[in-house]
């Protein structure tokens, strides 16, 4: 079995939003065109913690649908930084406990 950690999904992610070919990350997931020739769509569930899973698809009728929504997407996710950069940063930083 291969597994992805979520480092490296975040990595596959900001590099989407770089090229763009994001077209869309809703902060759990990501759906992104792997060529510009080609209609193949993965999509990168990074919501539960330590266990991305990437999926792969026929993406022909979703590209029709969002028909450019990559350019917003990806400048989106370049305006706000990498995501990669900020899970390093932050993702393993103690949690307060506000219920005491």
Not at 21 to 35: D, E, R, V
Request: glycine share 4%; with cysteine; charged share 20%.
């Amino acid at each position: 079995m291969n597994t992805i950690t979520t480092i490296q999904a975040l990595e596959l992610i900001d590099q989407a939003a770089l090229e763009d070919k994001l077209f869309h990350h809703n902060g759990g997931q990501a759906y992104i065109k792997l060529s510009a020739t080609s209609n193949a769509l993965m999509v990168i569930d990074h919501s539960i913690a330590d266990r991305p899973v990437i999926t792969f698809h026929d993406g022909t009728s979703y590209f029709k649908e969002c028909n450019n929504y990559n350019w917003a997407h990806s400048k989106r996710l370049r305006d706000h930084g990498s995501l990669a950069e900020w899970y390093t940063k932050y993702a393993n930083r103690p949690r307060l406990d506000i219920a005491q």
